[in-house]
């Protein structure tokens, strides 16, 4: 499976089968994150067989079971671009898992952060975790319940994008798989426009942790189904083909 087509299969796994994950994955993920860590100048650790950030109900709110395995992004909390990035990559992290046949999740506040074990220093904050693993087939009672509460509709692409001419195949193609991006904010608040002939992507609140790793979650969808091309990082950052 590429990172192209776990775009349309991925979707939120709260419930994990609590065992090892096959050597060769571990060591592909270990090495993706490392990768991306360096391209994008940023702080992204992993955690294997360690799931006590998530273990009982204080932090977790029992909305996950049998998480061994995770991801934690972690940046200076003012550094408004550093944490888009996170965003960025840590999508593209997620989309390789689901492409290596493992259930993820982005969570942004139900784990304990002081059961992390990370060392920070200076401003630095555990901004998000991604959980992965192994997974059931399909999702068990619970994961349905916690969807139906959780799940929002999905925005269409004419309320995601701003045009003030036609746009061409690839840029609703970019679309398309924006809309299919997880919003840690649930509320898919990036807004993408096509002004004489420049393409840009912004979120209305620049304050909202959320809404940031919003705008890098979804700017890396656009990218991918676009079919290439870079993005400028920050708030109206443009997009190159």
Known sequence: ??????????HSRRKYIPKPLEPSIAEKLQALA????????????????NGSAFNGLRKSYG???GVE??????????????????????ELLTLHAV????????VGGSFDRKACPFKLSGGETIVCTITF????????????????????????????MEADAPVPDW?????????????????????????SGKVMAAIPDIKNTGAI????????????????????????GAYSR
């Open 1 to 10: 499976m590429t990172i192209h087509e776990a775009i349309d299969i991925r």
């Open 34 to 49: 490392e990768e991306y860590s360096q391209a994008g100048n940023l702080r992204m650790e992993l955690v294997f067989h």
């Open 63 to 65: 909305m996950f079971s």
């Open 69 to 90: 395995h995770y991801a934690g992004l972690i940046a200076n909390k003012n550094d408004i671009e550093a944490i888009e990035r996170l965003g960025y990559y840590g």
């Open 99 to 106: 492409a290596l046949g493992l259930g993820t999740c982005w």
């Open 133 to 160: 693993g192994d997974t059931q087939e399909q999702n068990s009672m619970r994961e349905r319940l916690i969807y139906g509460i959780t799940h929002r509709k999905t925005k269409s692409a004419e309320d995601m």
């Open 171 to 195: 840029f609703m193609a970019g679309m398309r798989a924006a809309q299919k991006a997880p919003s840690a904010t649930n509320k898919q608040p990036v807004v993408f426009s096509f002004k």
């Open 213 to 236: 790793l919003d705008l890098g979650i979804a700017k890396l969808h656009f990218e991918l189904g676009a079919g290439g091309g870079a993005w400028g990082f920050g708030n109206g």
